[in-house]
């Protein structure tokens, strides 16, 4: 007799989501942000610049859902502005979200712009353990984020941590160098969006500034411009030689024009 024995099948494991199944903003959210809050990541991005990665692998975000944990898809923080590294500049039509397990790569630096309904959280002063995990501690201890930077612009100042071990360590340097980038990050007072004040921005290994695109394209004008004065004055310079050897072959009577 054929004795019948079942044959046990185990259910496939559900896809994990992408950036298409989890929402992309909360509008009950606090701390909603600000012109400054636009502007000062505007400039952030436009500036970071790393000499060891091509544009095409470097990747910028502004008040971006940022997904960490795929077996609590509710969880996600929503960094001011933060910077990625060997991952693809464009997805899609453009990133709805960044979702960590998709991704593949956490952020190398993320900036936090300090404000009164997200101060204490910013600088770990909320309680830890607690679920959802606070801004700090998924930084710190889940996403390991090597570089996480605190700028209170009320104060015009700025607080660098980098992470040594399991914990986030304050920098006393009142700038920010990352050699595996190439580039650093410190205060600059300057004109950005028609606001003169101090800015956070990316330098290079010379300590110059890191222009902008409106930057970059105002200098290639300039150096354009300055090329064509360089241009007339040579030529001008020409003209006025050869009426000047016109003039001696005139004295020695030669016609140059018979010449």
Known sequence: MTVYKPVFTPSPLPPLPSMYDLPSENPEEPGLPDEFHHWQPQLLSQTFRPTTYPPEQVFCATDLNLYYD????????????????????????????????????????????????????????????????????????????????????????????????????????????????????????????????????????????????VEQERQRAEQAERLARQAEQRAQQAEQRAANLAARLRALGVDPDAL
Do not use: H, M
Request: glycine share 10%.
């Open 70 to 213: 795929s077996l609590n898809t509710s969880y996600y923080k929503r960094p001011d502005w933060f910077a990625v590294v060997g991952v693809p500049r464009l997805v899609d039509a453009g990133r709805l979200s960044y979702v960590l397990w998709r991704e593949g790569r956490a952020p190398i630096v993320v900036v936090e712009l300090l404000s009164p309904g997200t101060l204490e959280e910013d600088q770990g002063e909320t309680l830890r353990d607690r679920q959802p995990p606070s801004k700090w501690e998924v930084y710190e201890s889940i996403l390991r984020v090597p570089y996480y930077v605190l700028f209170n612009r009320e104060a015009n100042s700025y607080r660098l941590f980098r992470l040594e071990g399991e914990q986030y360590r304050e920098l006393s340097d009142d700038r920010l160098w990352i050699g595996t980038l190439g580039i650093g990050l410190g205060l600059w007072q300057g004109k950005f969006a028609g606001v003169e004040r101090l800015w956070l921005r990316w330098y290079d290994a010379r300590g110059e500034w890191i222009s902008t695109d």
